[in-house]
């Protein structure tokens, strides 16, 4: 039996962890719930298709389930579930690197206006020059340590606390590494 998505609307994520944990189909609305922004994360982060994203979140959804136990009530869930599908996509870029896989991102569902706020210092009447395909370009060419940052931040608009607790980093290292890919961006973009 599905749990109808009106009753999943209505419950917290704890008490969704918690009735979960008694009766497995109320997984199903952590899946519902968090499946389209985890989905969106693994393809950024990897480059995958829809189908490669699946796979890449169907695992991690697996280690969820398996974990849930050990879920931390007094972290937000988000935070948890991100840290998980971020060490799998994590694990499936190692894969990619191994076997010399397309290191390509396909960023057609990413809303281009976020990073334009990236680049701050650069003047409005530059802004009309840059394309999105040259900004796509620029942040898939970002270290990892970088472009992580600027993905969680910008395109699934976690905050500082969140993206530290996904990427088990302090607040300022977070600060940090935001701001060098800003610089780096706004380096990128001056003509």
Known sequence: MLI???????????????????????????????????????QHMTGAGPTGAEDILQDAFIKIWRNLRAYNPKMKLSSWMYRIVHNEAISALRKQNAFGKNKTVDWADAEPMLLRTLLSEVEAADEDRISTQQLRQWVQELPLKYREIVLLRYFEELDYEAISDVLQIPEGTVATRLNRARKALEKAAKP
Request: hydrophobic residues 35%.
């Open 4 to 42: 109808a998505s009106k009753i999943c609307e209505e419950l917290t994520d704890q008490e969704v962890v918690a009735r979960a944990l008694q009766e497995v189909d109320y997984f199903s609305c952590l899946y519902q719930r968090y499946e389209p922004s985890l989905r969106r994360y693994v």
